[in-house]
């Protein structure tokens, strides 16, 4: 992809590019490790490199043909993108689903629930059995296996991080390539989360709780 940093700068352009048509304005966006912006009008919006997204709450009654402030917010990104001659992909741009992709993860509106996808978690649970049964693996392999198994349940359940310890101290003293034996208690950490990662989902209707957990 170019330079190390051309994907940040991919996203920049793509973000000025939505705020220079009134999208993502600094009231609506949603930004990694800040607090939730306000949503004015019920809107909140984000950009992942390529992929924009938009999350509106609109009244339980409004039709599939209705209008409200997210679609309004739609049609400004079309109105954005046009002005600077792109067209959005057509097998990525989706309104109106139950289920859908976005972002690395599966909505669910039929079950009521948000995790990684399928598929992602499909490939990841065969990278990492195969790693176990297969004994030694190196530290580019450990560390990429342990940073896609805690980015799945990162999206599904901030609690599956409680499973993980040893597993982020293997092979920190080890150099790139060297083959090593994982430890067995970070492999039953690996094992455990594992069998509990197809059921870390979020629920879409859980109320708020009214505690904090910490």
Known sequence: MGDLNAVDFMQLAHLNCLRAGGCC??????????????????????????????????????????????????????AAYAREGRVPKASKCFDHEDIFHIWGGTVDGEGGS??????LQGRLICLALRMLYGGRTTPGYWKAMIGLLSYCAFVGGRTAFAMFD???????????????????RARCEVECLLAFLPFMYVDLRAPVSERLFA
Do not use: H, M
């Open 166 to 184: 040893a597993v982020y101290f293997e092979a920190a003293d080890l150099a790139d390539g060297e083959v090593f034996l994982p430890s067995g």
């Open 25 to 78: 304005l600094d009231d609506s966006l949603v930004t990694y490790k800040r607090p939730l912006p306000p949503g004015v009008g019920g809107v909140w919006e984000g950009v992942v490199v390529d992929d924009y997204n938009v999350i509106g709450c609109v009244p339980r009654d409004l039709s599939p043909s209705g209008t409200a402030a997210d679609t309004l917010r739609v049609q400004a990104a079309d």
């Open 114 to 119: 948000s995790q990684a996808g399928a598929a």
